[in-house]
Nanobody
């Protein structure tokens, strides 16, 4: 079992930055692949970024490459999403997700994650 709690969302002007955090209460955090997904208004939930539990490799949706960075701290059971040069189209509810030993090839699929946070709102004003 794991519980995930996101924080760090808010309102920011276009071009600004935010850092999302996700705190995981799990004894075996090191075996969890971690991902960030977002649900824009009027659209389906979409993959944003993920970090492998095994290799530490990171993966991003094309629209955020070069602007967002995912990282994890296995000592603190934390995962972060640094978001720079934010755009209005980044506006969404952002969710942290954990997948138990999820393989790297499956990290973009929400169905491969076992636990989800409640989300944090990010609003980017133009």
């Amino acid at each position: 079992q794991a519980q995930l709690v996101e924080s760090g969302g808010g309102l920011v002007q276009a071009g600004g930055s935010l850092r999302l955090s996700c705190a995981a209460s799990a004894r075996t955090f090191i075996t969890y692949a971690m991902g960030w997904f977002r649900h824009p208004p009027g659209k389906d939930r979409e993959f944003v970024a993920a970090i492998s539990w095994r290799s530490g490799n990171t993966y991003y949706v094309d629209s955020v490459k070069g602007r967002f960075t995912i990282s994890r701290d296995n000592f603190k059971n934390m995962v972060y999403l640094q978001m720079n040069n934010l755009k209005p189209e980044d506006t969404a509810v952002y969710y942290c997700a954990a997948g138990v030993r999820t393989s790297d090839g499956s990290l973009v699929h929400s169905s491969e994650y076992d636990y989800w946070g409640r989300g944090t709102q990010v609003t980017v004003a133009s």
